[in-house]
Structure formats: C-alpha cells, structure tokens
C-alpha cells in the first residue's frame, strides 16, 4: 500500500504540471525506466530510490526542459536477471519498444546488464548502472565509444575499487588482530558467490593477501542463492583461518551470516554482503548476524550534506534504511540536471553534459572518467565499511584514511567468540 500511495504521488505531481499548461499544451513527461528483479531486496532498492527522486523532483514542478516543465515518469522494469537473462532481455526491449521509456537506471547482475546495455546501446538510451560492478560495462566505452557512450556507472564502484576498498577494510582487521590480539601469522578463508562480478575480486584476493603478509587458507564459491553453507562454513572452521573473506550480493548472504553466528565461528568477518546492507539482515539472521561487517554505500554519517537527509527520509518512506542500488535516487536527479542544462533530452546532447558533470551526491562527488565509470577515491565516491552492532548498522570505515574520516564513524568490534579464541 506504501510504494501504491507512493506511486499515486508521482502520477499526481505529473498530472498537477501537465494541468498547469492547459489542455492544448499538454506536457510530455520524461519517462525513466527503473530496471531490476523486483522480486529482491535489490529491486525494490532501485524502485525506491527512484521513487523518492521523482516524487522530489515532482513536488517541484519537474524538469526544466527547454523553458518548460517535464514531469518524470517511472516505468517499472522487472528484470528477473537473477533467474532468467532472457527474462531481462525481453524486459529492457518491452520498456523501449512499448513503454518508449526516454531513460534507463538501474541493473544488477553483471552478466544480465551486459546484455541489457547492448540492448540500450542499439536504441541510443541512455543507461546508467546503479547496482553492476564488472569492469567490463565501461571498458566497453573506451574501446567502442560511438555505441557504448550511452552507457554511466554511478554505483557501485567497479570490482578493482571493489576490491580494493575491501583490502583496505580487511588489513586494518588484520592490523588490529595483530596489535589487539597478538595474532602473528594470519590466514584468510576466501568465500565468494559464484558470479561473473567476483571474478576479478577472487583473482585479486589469492593475489594481494600473500602480499599483504597473509595467507589464503582456502576458497569456497557457493552459489549466489544457496540456503545452507554449513559445508562451507565447517571447512573454513577446520581451515582455521583467521579471518574470513566474503563476497556476497545475493541473498545467500543472510544464510551465511545467520549460519556463522550459530556455529561461531571464531574468525572475524570482512568484505561485501550486500544483504547486511538493509536494516531487515537483523530480523532475517534472528540476530545471528551480529558482527556482521560489509562494504556499503550508505549509513547515517555525514558523506555529504545530502547524505543523513536522503538516509532519514528513506527510512520514514520506506521503512528501511537505503541498500547501494537505491543509488538510482542520484541517477535519476543526474538526469534531471544534464537534461536541464543540455535543454533537451536528446540522448547525445545529454551525453555530453554527463561527461563534464561534477555533482555533490548522496554518497560523494560524482565525476565520471572517460570510460563512463564513477571516479573513487578521497574527495569523490569512497564506499563505507558498516557492522552489525547489537542491532544497529554501524558504519566503521573509512576512519582517518587519506585525510577521510566520516561524522559518526565508531570502531570495529570483534565477537566473543573471536577474542576468546586468542585471549587464553
């Protein structure tokens, strides 16, 4: 009834503008197709976070195009990228063909977007990722720009910054396991959903960590929607790994989290797990999930001045606090300013303004490089590190790095468990 109520006001903000202009000069609006599998946490971030933009922009009397005022539209695109591509194929061409949607935010699954972005690119849309991190979406741009410039990543960051934000995460874990509890020689446990995206992350990660001074102690791919990895989790114990590694963006993040915290295993945990990004991972693990440490895009700090409006007013809307892919809140006020500067929603006159942009976002300042990928680093878009503590989803990183340091940051806990294992 919520997102129906929701939906109503956007129409309703439409129709306000469109009546302003009388009946003879009817205003087109913009129309913004939100792609994702609707059916998962993932999806209904994308459809939130656009929701909340339309309905703001709206309220305001919508886009300045060209000296009149276009109302957006949402067009619902339900992917089903995590169960079918073909699913998302036929999705992203019915919201072209049928629906003539002026625009395309969202995608998820790598492997899906990267056939939904041919299919944008073919039509001349312009597509911006909010939720796909392999390298290869924007490589795309540089190396065939006239078909592949409709395409932006504005979140999350790519899978090397990925895994580089998590490296960064995972030695000040390491660090304090050394100087806290005493741990001299280090292993880590490499679990990772077998997926396109975490590829380049697994391949880093057996990489860097001989590197970083540690060892890998194993790896383990589950599948991105497996319910049960005790078997996983009862090898990693036997491994006796010190830390453990993880790469989730699918749902078998709540059984691993949940499955961690009844065996206890006494290894602190560090990497993505995008389900212990919603404030539902606490009720979904029955707490289990405590400890719980992931890389993340929101949290009630202060990233920018927009950062704790945008997270509170989502939480009251909603009911739940902003996963990473309702970073189509951003994408879809993007739009909204390179169409008012471009004067027109022409996709290649848009394109241009897009390139040049530099926009204070939710989570950071949006500058795009030249292959259309979201610049990461101090001053633009960092990332967080967030944990699960006593029910809250604190955020814990960054924390004096590169200058960096977040209002509202606390220090990383370690479970009982962990310290018990060292502190005999």
């Not at 280090?186 to 380049?200: D, F, G, H, M, Q």
């Not at 319910?227 to 036997?238: C, F, P, Q, S, Y």
């Not at 699960?388 to 604190?394: A, E, I």
């Not at 960096?404 to 606390?410: A, F, I, P, S, W």
């Amino acid at each position: 009834m919520r997102r129906l109520g929701l939906f109503l006001v956007i129409l309703l903000a439409g129709l306000l503008v469109v009546g302003t202009s009388g009946p003879a000069q009817a205003v087109k609006p913009i129309k913004i197709g939100v792609a994702g599998p609707m059916s998962f946490t993932q999806g209904e971030g994308h459809w939130n976070g656009a929701t909340l933009a339309a309905m703001e922009i709206n309220e305001k009397g919508g886009v300045m195009v060209g000296g009149t005022k276009r109302p957006i539209e949402l067009i619902k695109v339900d992917t089903n990228e995590f169960i079918s591509i073909p699913d998302a194929t036929n999705a992203m061409e019915l919201a072209i063909s049928r629906h003539n949607v002026d625009f395309l935010v969202g995608g998820f699954r790598s492997e899906a977007v990267l056939v939904m972005q041919d299919i944008a690119m073919d039509n001349k849309k312009i597509f911006i990722g909010c939720g796909a991190a392999h390298p290869k979406l924007c490589t795309r741009v540089t190396k065939d720009y006239d078909r592949y410039k409709y395409w932006f990543r504005l979140t999350p960051i790519n899978s090397t910054f990925l895994g580089k934000v998590v490296f960064i995460q995972l030695g000040t874990v390491a660090a304090m396991m050394k100087k806290g509890l005493g741990v001299k020689d280090l292993s880590v446990a490499i679990i990772a959903e077998k997926a396109a995206w975490n590829e380049p992350i697994v391949a880093a990660a057996k990489k860097f960590l001989p590197k970083m001074g540690m060892k890998v102690a194993g790896v383990w791919r589950p599948s991105p929607v497996a319910k049960d990895v005790t078997a996983e989790l009862g090898a990693i114990e036997r491994s006796k790994a010190n830390i453990i590694f993880t790469s989730f963006s699918a749902s078998v993040g709540i059984p691993f989290a949940k499955q961690y915290g009844e065996l206890k295993i006494a290894a602190p945990v560090v990497g993505i797990n995008v389900e212990a990004q919603k404030d539902g991972f606490w009720k979904a693990t029955g707490g289990k999930g405590n400890y719980a440490m992931t890389l993340n895009t929101y949290a009630k700090v202060k990233i920018t001045d927009l950062t704790i409006p945008f997270y509170e007013k989502y939480l009251k809307t909603f009911g739940e606090a902003p996963n990473y892919t309702a970073g189509t809140y951003d994408a879809v006020y993007l739009l909204a300013k390179a169409a008012e500067k471009a004067g027109t929603i022409n996709s290649d006159a848009v394109v241009k303004v897009l390139e040049k942009i530099k926009d204070v976002s939710t989570a950071g300042v949006v500058v795009f490089d030249k292959s259309h990928d979201v610049t990461w680093g101090p001053g633009y878009v960092t990332s967080l590190g967030t944990q699960w503590q006593d029910g809250k989803n604190m955020c814990v990183w960054p924390y004096k790095w590169k200058g960096v340091t977040y209002e509202g940051t606390v220090p990383i806990k370690f479970a009982p468990w962990v310290i018990k294992r060292y502190k005999k």
